[in-house]
């Protein structure tokens, strides 16, 4: 199953009106979304509309926003952050929302979804390292030692090992 995703594309200013900022930032998102096989539900487009000034409503974001909330989209694809949200309050709206998908296990569903989908394509390398520390510390707090089953080994006593203070050194009293 592609993650179903909404293109989020704006522009500030466009004196002429001709849609050529955010139509090369609707090919850019398309072309991420493409190579990580996505796929693209949906296109907002907020052009010559600033995210700067307070008093603006983005129609497009916010209709982005209600989709995502309905399940129509489950993510979102945008040329950059400053394209997105520019005010602190817009970017706490998208936070919230992904912070909830995140309490109701939703984040922990779509990477278990991925993943599969990977290993399927054989895109994922499942390698184990055994660190063999730890595994002598988990034998030891298992009591291991105690049965038998590992050796203690301590190293040698070397000259630089030796006691270097004076309550140390042997005769101090």
């Not at 995703?5 to 998102?29: F, K, M, P």
């Not at 398309?30 to 307070?54: C, G, H, I, M, P």
């Not at 895109?123 to 009591?143: E, F, K």
Request: glycine share 6%.
């Amino acid at each position: 199953m592609a993650r179903k995703v909404g293109v989020y594309t704006r522009i500030s200013r466009d004196e002429e009106g001709e849609a050529l900022g955010v139509a090369r930032q609707q090919q850019d998102c398309e072309r991420l979304a493409d190579l990580r096989s996505w796929q693209v539900v949906k296109t907002y487009e907020d052009n010559d509309v600033s995210a700067f000034k307070r008093n603006v409503v983005r129609d497009e974001f916010e209709l982005m926003l209600t989709d995502l909330r309905a399940g129509l989209i489950d993510g979102i694809v945008a040329y950059d952050l400053d394209r997105l949200a520019r005010q602190p309050r817009d970017l706490e709206r998208l936070i919230d929302l992904f912070r909830r998908w995140q309490r109701d296990g939703i984040w922990g569903k779509l990477v278990t979804q991925l993943q599969a989908q990977a290993d399927a394509k054989g895109l994922i390398t499942w390698d184990v390292n055994v660190d063999s520390t730890i595994c002598r510390a988990h034998q030891h707090a298992a009591g291991a030692s105690k049965k038998g089953i590992c050796k203690r080994s301590r190293p040698a006593v070397s000259p630089s090992s030796q006691p270097t203070t004076a309550s140390d050194a042997p005769g101090a009293g």
